[in-house]
C-alpha cells in the first residue's frame, strides 16, 4: 500500500536495521564475489508484471537472497578490484533521511535548508582542497559529470569560432574526459594525449611541444587536464608544473581528483599534491574516498560567474524574482542537472559526525596497506611490482619459478587466467591494468575495513589459486 501504518513503518525499520547490522558484521565471512550467471538471477526473480502488492517481508526476503546473495560485496576489506568505497553507516543513515525528506535542489526556494547545507558543506570541502576564499561548486553524480562541468567551464573562456579546440590530458587519463569532450561538441579527435614518464606521470615537455604544434597548425588550445591519483597507477602529475604551462600558454588547468584528491587529508601524501588549489576547477568523488555510498561526486571551480555564463538558460517559468541573493541562488545556472537529489546530506553527516582526523587517518592506513604490499612484492621471488606505488593503488604479476623463462606473452596470458580465477573463489577480488603494453594485477585499498593482514592473504590467495590451476596442466 502507498501509506502504511505507523506500526507497519516500525516493523519494516526494524526489519531493515536488523539486516544491515547482520551484513556489517558477516562482512569477512561472506565471499567478495559469487560466480553466477544472468540466467541463474533471472530465474529467481518472478518475471511477471506485478498486478497485486506483495507484503514488505517477502521484498526483503527476496533482497537478502538473491540481490545480497549475487551481488560484488563492496563494502569487504578485500575487495581490491576498482576505486570502489565501501560506504559508511552514517552516510547509510543519511541517504535514508535526505529520501525521506525526498528534497529536490533545483533552486534555494524548492529546498532552502538542502541548498544551505549544500553550499556550506561545498565550502568544507574547498578548506580541504586549499582553493581560495569566493571558490564554487555543486554535487553532481561522479567524478565524469565533474569532469564535463570543469571542461565546458573550460570551453566558455576560448573563442572557438573560427578553428577547433585542443585538449590535452596524457595517455593515463580516464575515459570521461575524452567522453566529455564528445558530448561537448570539441571532438574526440582534438583530444591531444600526451606521454607519460616512468611514474606515469605527464611529461611537461611533451605538453609544451604539443601545444606549441597545434598553435603552429591553427589550433586553439584551451585546456589541460591534470591527474591526482591516475585510474591505472594512481600516478600524481606535476600539478606546479603544469600551472606554469597553463599560464604560460593562457590555458584553463582542470584537475582530475576523483580518486585521489582526498588523500591531501592525509599527512604522508600531503606534499604530492602542492600546486592542486592553483587549479581552475577540480573534479572530485566524495564516493570514494570520503567512504561514501555512491552516488555523490562534486566539482569545485575558482570563479562561479565562468560557471554561471557556460550553464545558466533564462526560461519565464524559471524566473526568479522578489529574492535576496542568496535566496535567489539557482543551482541549475551552475550545472547541467536540473533535477538533483539531497546528495550533501551524506557528505556533511560524514564529515561532521566523523571529522578529518578520523578521516585522515583511515586514508594513512589505506596507503600504509599498498606500501605493505609493495613491499612484500619486492621481497618475494614469485611476483613483480608492475609501478611503483603512490597512492593505494597498486599493480603487479605473479611469475612463479616455473615461468620465469617463458615469453613476455606467456606470463600476461598466465595473469589473464589468474586474475579470472582469483575473482571466482571469492576470497579477494582484483581487477587489472596494461602498462607498457603489459598486463598487471591491480589492486586498490579504498576500505577503512581493509588491514595489513589483509594483503598477506591476497599474496595467499594468488599462491594457492595459481597452485591449484598450475598443476593440472
Not at 506485478?50 to 533482497?63: A, C, H, Q, W, Y
Not at 568544507?124 to 565533474?146: D, E, H, N, Y
Amino acid at each position: 500500500m502507498l501509506e502504511p501504518s505507523a506500526d507497519e513503518i516500525r516493523k519494516w525499520s526494524n526489519s531493515v536495521a536488523q539486516f544491515m547490522i547482520d551484513y556489517l558484521e558477516g562482512l569477512r565471512r561472506r565471499p567478495v564475489y559469487r560466480h553466477t550467471s544472468s540466467r541463474e538471477i533471472r530465474s529467481r526473480l518472478d518475471p511477471a508484471l506485478p498486478v497485486k502488492g506483495t507484503d514488505f517481508d517477502s521484498l526483503l526476503n527476496v533482497f537478502q537472497e538473491t540481490i545480497v546473495r549475487f551481488s560484488r560485496q563492496n563494502a569487504h576489506p578485500r575487495m581490491l578490484g576498482y576505486v570502489q568505497s565501501p560506504g559508511t553507516p552514517i552516510a547509510v543513515f543519511a541517504d535514508l533521511l535526505a529520501s525521506t525528506l525526498n528534497a529536490n535542489l533545483t533552486i534555494w526556494r524548492s529546498a532552502p535548508a538542502p541548498v544551505d547545507l549544500e553550499r556550506l558543506t561545498i565550502d568544507w570541502i574547498r578548506q580541504i582542497l586549499g582553493f581560495k576564499t569566493g571558490a564554487g561548486g555543486l554535487f553532481v553524480s561522479g567524478g565524469s559529470m565533474a569532469n564535463l562541468i570543469g571542461i565546458a567551464m573550460a570551453r566558455q573562456t576560448k573563442d572557438y569560432s573560427s578553428a577547433p579546440l585542443r585538449l590535452y590530458a596524457s595517455s593515463e587519463t580516464h575515459f570521461s574526459v575524452a567522453k566529455a569532450a564528445a558530448l561537448l561538441g570539441i571532438g574526440r579527435e582534438n583530444v591531444r594525449y600526451v606521454a607519460v614518464d616512468e611514474r606515469f606521470r605527464i611529461r611537461t615537455d611533451d605538453l609544451v611541444a604539443k601545444i606549441i604544434a597545434d598553435l603552429e597548425a591553427g589550433y586553439v588550445p584551451f585546456c589541460v587536464v591534470a591527474n591526482a591519483g591516475t585510474v591505472n597507477t594512481g600516478a600524481i602529475d606535476p600539478l606546479a608544473e603544469i600551472r606554469e604551462t597553463a599560464d604560460h600558454f593562457q590555458l584553463w588547468m582542470h584537475v582530475d581528483g576523483s580518486y585521489g584528491a582526498f588523500a591531501v587529508l592525509a599527512e604522508s601524501a600531503r606534499k604530492l599534491f602542492e600546486g592542486m588549489e592553483q587549479a581552475d576547477s577540480i573534479a572530485l568523488d566524495p564516493h570514494k574516498w570520503l567512504y561514501l555510498p555512491v552516488d555523490v561526486g562534486c566539482v569545485i571551480y575558482h570563479d562561479p560567474g565562468i560557471a554561471r555564463a557556460a550553464f545558466a538558460h533564462e526560461a519565464e517559468y524559471t524566473r526568479m524574482f522578489g529574492e535576496e541573493a542568496d535566496e535567489a541562488f539557482v543551482c541549475w545556472d551552475y550545472g547541467p542537472e536540473l533535477s538533483r537529489r539531497f546528495r550533501a546530506l551524506k557528505v556533511w553527516m560524514l564529515l561532521k559526525g566523523v571529522g578529518l582526523d578520523s578521516l585522515g587517518a583511515a586514508i594513512e592506513s589505506n596507503l600504509a596497506c599498498a606500501r605493505y604490499l609493495e613491499s612484500m612484492v619486492r621481497a618475494s621471488d614469485d611476483f613483480e611490482m608492475a609501478a611503483p606505488v603512490e597512492l593505494s593503488i597498486f599493480c603487479f604479476r605473479h611469475v612463479p619459478a616455473r615461468l620465469r623463462n617463458k615469453s613476455p606473452k606467456a606470463i600476461d596470458a598466465f595473469n589473464e587466467r589468474l586474475l579470472v580465477a582469483l575473482q571466482r573463489d571469492g576470497s579477494s577480488y582484483l581487477s587489472n591494468a596494461t602498462l607498457g603494453d603489459r598486463f598487471a594485477l591491480r589492486g586498490c585499498v579504498l576500505n577503512y575495513r581493509t588491514t595489513l593482514r589483509d594483503m598477506e592473504i591476497l599474496l595467499d590467495d594468488l599462491r594457492r589459486v595459481a597452485k591449484s590451476f598450475l598443476s593440472s596442466t
